[in-house]
């Protein structure tokens, strides 16, 4: 290749959407002199086949952040750029089957209000006017997110590459990273099977494949990535002409995206057909075993379709939206998708490596894409982000999170997608990873224990009779059992406290 680039600024790894939004994003805060490495084609890991769903809704200050500036991006994206795209803002409801989620809805929506974003609570006969072929007799309530919708991901990815083009920065396609080398200044040499590139920093934005491409930093301080890999399908039913009618009568509106949250899927209507996506807790993990290691290329490959495992949340949702059952499917995609132990990316310095980052484990990569980008063009260039973005630093693990841990951290995660996150709920899954040496004592104290960074750590002392069981935990109440037990165990102690403060106040008199 005569005009191979042997000197960048910044080198991203990964020309997925993350990737290809770091570059846009590096390129428009002025630093054009970046490159992007692709193995195959642009789009070749997760991002070709993704649903597309671009939803602003979190409990996360940071992934809320994150999706609603993605929203507001790929609004203007293809006029700023020049690349039409097929961005739909058809708004979105999500359905409420207990008081409980009707609460989760309330925070979510006043969050929302701090970043600009008009979420309203409908009742039910207000969805049913917007979304006519729903049943909603037994739902609570309604969270409508009006900035909700759907794009398509390979579009959105060629505009931000175009984009990142125009402004002079270089893409190079079918090119896969080999490894890396740091200098003695501590700048890189990335090595490609074209040549070598010398640059000040690396970016490992290689999706699924982000663990294996962060081995290459060990010899220079890093760690293994810490993340696994889910199997998700959604079914895109044929085309179901009462959907096309009522399009055709409300000027060519789509109907806004559903998620019934409490079942676990979401249903968006594709073309005149739907699009179904379920979040299954009977989940299947891939490439987690020596029997099923990881290929050196899956680029632009899906998996057998596995209805069986989702048979039940799609019987829900036929019962939900009858009209879905008037309709046979068309086409079944099932692909991959990176989780890191929490479900939340890997986005900022890496761990341990001087002048390297990663933009990584995106498992709602389009939702975030854009906001990533504008995040780690932050990090790269001001050493900081405008956002508070602690919830996705990849710093926030460290060396507790073994395969074991995150395949079983990953699954836990996928199967509860969409389940609340109470206050005082601890997930049960890969526990136990570090004990002190005076757990066994504390445990027989009544300690009922909580993980911290692996460590487990009282939350409080149960005495007999209490309820600590998973279930009692699942509320938004702050008066449960441990409410009384810490007041109990906290009330010697600010007596203590009274009594040192009352002392130290009259010597100094
Ligand atoms: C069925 C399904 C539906 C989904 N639906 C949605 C949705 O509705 N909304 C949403 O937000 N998300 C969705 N996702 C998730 C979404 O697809 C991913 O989060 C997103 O595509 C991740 O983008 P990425 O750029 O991080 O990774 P990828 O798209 O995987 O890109 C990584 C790239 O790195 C390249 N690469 C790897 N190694 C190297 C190397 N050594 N050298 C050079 N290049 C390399 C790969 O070829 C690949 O192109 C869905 C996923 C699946 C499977």
């Known amino acids: 290749m005569s005009d191979f680039p042997t000197k960048a600024r910044v080198v991203i790894i990964g020309g997925g959407v993350v990737g290809a939004s770091s570059l846009y994003h590096l390129a428009k805060k002025g630093w054009t002199d970046c490159v992007l490495l692709e193995k195959n084609e642009l789009t070749a890991g997760s991002t070709w086949h993704a649903a597309g769903n671009v939803p602003t809704f979190s409990t996360s200050w940071s992934i809320m952040n994150m999706q609603r500036y993605s929203t507001e991006l790929y609004a203007r994206l293809g006029e700023e750029v020049d690349y039409p795209m097929n ?33 309203e609570i409908w009742t039910p006969e207000q969805a049913k006017e917007r979304y006519p072929f729903l049943e909603t007799h037994d739902l609570e309530g309604v969270l409508y997110d009006p900035s909700d919708g759907d794009i398509a991901p390979a579009q959105l990815t060629q505009a931000l590459a175009k984009g990142a083009r125009d402004m002079g920065a270089r893409i190079i396609r079918f090119c896969p990273a080999t490894g890396v080398t740091q200098q003695a200044d501590k700048t890189w040499v990335v090595h490609t099977e074209n040549g070598d590139i010398a640059c000040d920093y690396v970016v490992n934005a290689a999706g699924y494949y982000a663990q294996r491409v962060g081995e290459w930093f060990k010899p220079f301080g890093g760690r293994t990535v810490p993340m696994m890999v889910m199997s998700h399908q959604y079914l895109l039913s044929e085309e179901v002409p009462e959907v096309e ?48 290691p990881m290929p050196e290329d899956f680029s632009f490959q899906l998996w057998n379709d596995d ?57 709602f990569g389009i939702a975030q894409g854009g906001g990533a980008g504008k995040c780690l063009a932050e990090w790269s260039i001001d050493g900081q982000t405008e956002w508070d973005m602690w919830a996705v630093d990849p710093r926030r693990y460290t060396d507790y999170t073994d395969h074991d841990y995150c395949v079983q951290k990953g699954k836990e995660v996928y199967g509860n997608e969409y389940a609340m996150h109470f206050p005082h709920h601890e997930w049960p899954a890969a526990r136990d990873k570090k004990l002190s040496p005076v757990h066994a004592e504390v445990q027989q104290q009544g300690g009922v224990m909580g993980a911290y960074n692996g460590w487990e750590r009282a939350n409080w002392f149960a005495k007999e009779g209490d309820d600590t069981s998973e279930a009692a935990t699942h509320t938004w109440d702050r008066s449960g059992p441990w409410q009384q037990r810490i007041r109990e165990d906290a009330r010697p102690c600010v007596t203590m406290l009274a009594c040192l403060i009352c002392r130290g106040s009259r010597g100094s008199a």
């Open 245 to 292: 009618a009522w399009s055709k009568a409300n000027g060519g509106q789509k109907l806004p995206l559903l998620r019934d949250v409490d079942v676990s899927y979401y249903l968006r209507q594709e073309k005149h057909g739907f699009n179904l996506g379920p979040y299954e807790p009977n989940c299947r993990a891939h490439w987690d075993t020596d029997v099923d």
């Open 307 to 363: 209805l069986d495992r989702i048979e039940d949340i799609v019987t829900d949702a036929m019962e939900r939206v009858p009209l879905m059952a008037t309709s046979g499917v068309a086409r079944v995609i099932n692909g991959p998708i990176p989780y890191a132990p929490d479900g939340l990316p890997l986005l900022g310095p890496m761990p341990g490596v001087d002048n390297a980052f990663e933009a990584c484990v995106f498992t």
């Open 87 to 119: 961005y739909h803002q058809s708004g979105s409801i999500r359905l409420a089957h207990t008081p409980e989620r009707m609460q989760e809805f309330e925070r979510a929506r006043s969050m929302g209000r701090y970043q600009g974003i008009k979420m």
